[in-house]
Nanobody
Framework: EVQLQASGGGLVQAGGSLRLSCAASGFPFDDYAIGWFRQAPGKEREGVACVSKRLGTTDYSSSVKGRFAISSDNAKNTVYLQMNSLKPEDTAVYYC??????????????WGQGTLVTVSS
C-alpha cells in the first residue's frame, strides 16, 4: 500500500521554526520527486517545496525561498521540510506528495493526509 505520512505540524510563534516529516512507503522512493504543498482555509492549494534526488534538483515557491529547506533521507524513505522564520501567513495544512516524473509536474501521483501548521503572532 502506498503511504505518505506527514507529521511534525503544530503551533509555533511567528519567527519560530518547525520541521515537517514525510515518511513514504509502498513505492520506489528514489524514483519519485517528493513535494510539499499547503492549503489554507479559503485558499487554493499551492506548491511549497520539492526535491528530486534522481534529477538532483530542489524547488521552492517564492514565498518560502530562503526560509524553508527541503531535504531527503533515501535510506529512511523520508523527506523533511525545515521551516524557519515562520510567518502567520504560513498557517495551513501541509501535504506531502509524490510524482514519478519531476517536481514541476502538473499532477502528482500520491498524496499524504497532511499535517496542520499554525503560526501565531
Amino acid at each position: 500500500e502506498v503511504q505518505l505520512q506527514a507529521s511534525g505540524g503544530g503551533l509555533v510563534q511567528a519567527g519560530g521554526s518547525l520541521r515537517l516529516s514525510c515518511a513514504a512507503s509502498g513505492f520506489p522512493f528514489d524514483d519519485y520527486a517528493i513535494g510539499w504543498f499547503r492549503q489554507a482555509p479559503g485558499k487554493e492549494r499551492e506548491g511549497v517545496a520539492c526535491v528530486s534526488k534522481r534529477l538532483g534538483t530542489t524547488d521552492y515557491s517564492s514565498s518560502v525561498k530562503g526560509r524553508f529547506a527541503i531535504s531527503s533521507d533515501n535510506a529512511k524513505n523520508t523527506v523533511y521540510l525545515q521551516m524557519n522564520s515562520l510567518k502567520p501567513e504560513d498557517t495551513a495544512v501541509y501535504y506531502c506528495a509524490a510524482v514519478h516524473s519531476w517536481c514541476g509536474a502538473s499532477e502528482y501521483d500520491y498524496w499524504g493526509q497532511g499535517t496542520l501548521v499554525t503560526v501565531s503572532s
